[in-house]
């Protein structure tokens, strides 16, 4: 059974930093790339922007809008993704969500919410 459990979200300052990590159940994690997600107020599920990723041999990619900012990185032993968020702005906002690239099926955790005060 597929798990994901998102944490570390919260409420911060423009500016301000926020570790996010997710741990993995049920899946081959060792194999898989992960990605993390985000859903901003008024986006529907399915339009869910992946924001980072990180291949199983530590590749990552990087939508524009977070690229020198965000960090994402992985513990294979402990089977769990984190996303080191520094210099965050109020378009930050959003839930994110862990999830495999491409996603896995229609699993997703519970997110957590990251919201970035001005």
């Known amino acids: 059974q597929v798990q994901l459990v998102e944490s570390g979200g919260g409420l911060v300052q423009s500016g301000g930093s926020l570790r996010l990590s997710c741990a993995a159940s049920?899946?081959?994690?060792?194999?898989?790339?992960m990605g993390w997600y985000r859903q901003a107020a008024g986006i529907e599920r399915d339009e869910r922007d992946l924001v980072a990723s990180i291949t199983v041999s530590n590749s990552t990619i990087y939508i524009d809008s977070v690229k020198g900012r965000f960090t994402i990185s992985r513990d294979n032993l402990k089977r769990t993704v984190y996303l080191q968020m520094n210099s965050l702005k109020p378009e930050d906002t959003a839930v994110y969500y862990c999830?495999?690239?491409?996603?896995?099926?229609?699993?997703w955790g519970q997110g957590t919410q990251v919201t970035v005060s001005s």
């Open positions: 049920g899946i081959s994690f060792g194999i898989r790339q």
């Open positions: 999830n495999t690239v491409p996603r896995w099926g229609g699993y």
